[in-house]
């Protein structure tokens, strides 16, 4: 149960970072991604005690592969688009 805890807290911690740090491309997809796995990690927990708990856990990595991949897609042509991946906030 204490596991479950931490996981939330340190999903809470990326959100923040997300949200007010990263300027960077990569950096914010590399914090996308871990979040994904702690929510992964999350869902493996909590479908243990579910009789279908292993088609929950298949559905979210299948989730999260797609999410990598579109995200890596984007990555590429922004690249390709600007030369970097800095992300410039237009307020």
Excluded: R, W
């Amino acid at each position: 149960m204490y596991l479950s805890y931490l996981i939330l807290l340190l999903l809470l911690m990326l959100y923040l970072y997300f949200f007010t740090v990263s300027n960077s491309f990569l950096s914010s997809l590399m914090v996308l991604e871990s979040m994904v796995l702690l929510l992964l990690i999350l869902t493996a927990l909590f479908s243990m005690n579910l009789s279908e708990g292993i088609n929950m856990f298949l559905f979210v990595l299948t989730l999260s592969v797609c999410e990598a991949t579109l995200g890596l897609t984007l990555l590429i042509s922004l690249v390709k688009f600007k030369g970097n991946d800095l992300i410039t906030p237009n307020f």
